[in-house]
């Protein structure tokens, strides 16, 4: 962090369905606020994971939260290079594959796993200071307090084209693996994907990276946390 980058308190909430720019827009804000980045749904994933590893049903509730309150989950904050282990195994890789995205939704729906991480989350947060995290409750549940919350959407067409080029995969089956995620995770009966009633929505469908960063640093300004 350089001696003239703000060190104060700053928290900032980026919420939104997958492929909207959710991540890239906020490993690049932290960059530019001198600050740590969290990725909850890297830690949902990893989760998901051991859960796969362990061979329980994805259905029964109590096994699947036995997992994640087992498992040693370890996720790095740096903007520029994080890393994510579970029980010692790096799964940075794994849990971007489609065993993982196919399964998820489905393991961050119970209820024990989402107080879990959502605890260990806050504690992150509280212990980081200047932080930008980004996931699908952050601003509504995780984070009710930041200093600002941004709700980042875009076009189907856009999302759908933004990942298959991300994993190199068809376009037709990402949009429709998309809109299931997007179902599954916007009905969930704890803590739903959904916009936190005083989150700035940000269309991205035809902005760039750097004019999104751009557009919050200076809303972060306007609050004099930036």
Same mark, same amino acid.
């Given at each position: 962090?350089?001696?003239?980058?703000? $060190?104060?308190?700053?928290?900032?909430?980026?919420?939104?369905?997958?492929?909207?720019?959710?991540? $890239?827009?906020?490993?690049?804000?932290?960059?530019?606020?001198?600050?740590?980045?969290?990725?909850?749904?890297?830690?949902?994933?990893?989760?998901?994971?051991?859960?796969?590893?362990?061979?329980?049903?994805?259905?029964?509730?109590?096994?699947?939260? #036995?997992?994640?309150?087992?498992?040693?989950?370890?996720?790095?904050?740096?903007?520029?290079?994080?890393? %994510? *282990?579970? =029980?010692?195994?790096?799964?940075?890789?794994?849990?971007?594959?489609?065993?993982?995205?196919?399964?998820?939704?489905?393991?961050?729906? %119970?209820?024990?796993?989402?107080?879990?991480?959502?605890?260990?989350?806050?504690?992150?947060?509280?212990?980081?200071?200047?932080?930008?995290?980004?996931?699908?409750?952050?601003?509504?549940?995780?984070?009710?307090?930041? =200093?600002? #919350?941004?709700?980042?959407?875009?076009?189907?067409?856009?999302?759908?084209?933004?990942?298959?080029?991300?994993?190199?995969?068809?376009?037709?089956? $990402?949009?429709?693996?998309?809109?299931?995620?997007?179902?599954?995770?916007? $009905?969930?009966?704890?803590?739903?994907?959904?916009?936190? *009633?005083?989150?700035?929505?940000? =269309?991205? *469908?035809?902005?760039?990276?750097?004019?999104?960063?751009?557009?919050?640093?200076?809303?972060? *300004?306007?609050?004099?946390?930036?």
């Amino acid at each position: 962090m350089g001696q003239n980058e703000p $060190t104060g308190r700053c928290v900032v909430a980026v919420d939104g369905p997958s492929g909207s720019g959710k991540s $890239t827009v906020s490993r690049r804000l932290a960059v530019r606020l001198g600050a740590r980045y969290l990725d909850t749904g890297a830690m949902y994933r990893a989760v998901t994971w051991a859960v796969l590893r362990s061979g329980v049903d994805l259905t029964d509730a109590e096994s699947v939260a #036995k997992v994640a309150g087992d498992v040693d989950l370890r996720i790095g904050t740096d903007p520029e290079g994080y890393g %994510v *282990t579970a =029980d010692g195994v790096d799964v940075a890789k794994e849990i971007r594959g489609p065993e993982v995205t196919g399964a998820v939704s489905a393991v961050s729906a %119970v209820a024990a796993v989402r107080e879990l991480l959502v605890a260990r989350q806050r504690q992150m947060i509280a212990n980081a200071g200047r932080i930008v995290v980004e996931g699908r409750d952050i601003g509504s549940v995780v984070a009710p307090d930041a =200093d600002l #919350k941004v709700y980042l959407t875009a076009s189907e067409a856009a999302r759908a084209q933004r990942r298959s080029a991300e994993d190199a995969s068809d376009v037709t089956s $990402t949009a429709a693996d998309l809109a299931r995620r997007d179902k599954l995770d916007s $009905t969930r009966k704890v803590n739903p994907l959904q916009q936190a *009633t005083d989150a700035v929505v940000l =269309d991205t *469908t035809e902005l760039g990276i750097d004019e999104v960063v751009a557009q919050l640093r200076e809303l972060l *300004t306007e609050r004099g946390v930036a």
